[in-house]
């Protein structure tokens, strides 16, 4: 299976990436997963070279990993998002096959899953997505935190979920737990907030 690269996506802020062991720790991981090498050298080299030429200001790193070994590192300027964001509930349900396999519990170029779930208003920041069983799992491009009788809570990997880096340290630090979040428990929530790496917290709302 090469016709896909692990990826990754993390913040590079005034020369300093952010979270950086985690993501690499989680690329290896996927490289391992799908039986590729992992090219430390060449990946070290393209790290400085991203450092070197991104010194200053706030930048969006795309790192990825092809099938052949080559390292292809990107960045764009981080540009601040307004909060809140507005998010929008998935009109249909991800299929289960889908939400507890490969393209979802690791991070890759394969995103026509995603893509489907795209919002189509400008105004919406990203769709919260469920599976077949009424579980709430995580957005397009990040996890999501609802707040539920008076505590933020964040879906458990089980329910078919990317293992974000930003959702493993908001868990490290005590700000969320993991709960099943249900459709059920929508009308209920106290509050709602998008969550990665790249971005950070961002508080949300859900429309819609």
Partial sequence: MADFDIVETLALKEGRFVHLPLHLARMQGAAQHFGRAWPEAAIDQALAT??????????????????????????????????????????????????RGDWVRFKTSRREHYAAFEPADATVFDTVLFNEDGELT?????????????????????????????????????????????????????GWAFVNSLRGWLDAQLVG
């Fill in 50 to 99: 991203l450092r070197e030429q991104h010194g200053q200001g706030d930048w969006r790193v795309r790192l990825a990993l092809a099938g052949d070994g080559r390292v292809a590192p990107q960045a764009q300027p981080l540009l601040p998002t307004a909060t809140p964001v507005r998010l929008q509930l998935a009109r249909a349900p991800l299929a289960n096959a889908v939400a």
């Fill in 138 to 190: 995580e957005t397009t491009r990040g996890n999501v935190a609802v707040r539920l009788d008076g505590r933020w809570v964040t879906p458990p990997l089980h329910c078919g979920l990317l293992p974000g880096v930003g959702r493993a340290v908001q868990l490290q630090q005590g700000r969320v737990v993991e709960q099943v979040v249900r459709l059920d428990d929508v009308p209920r929530a106290q």
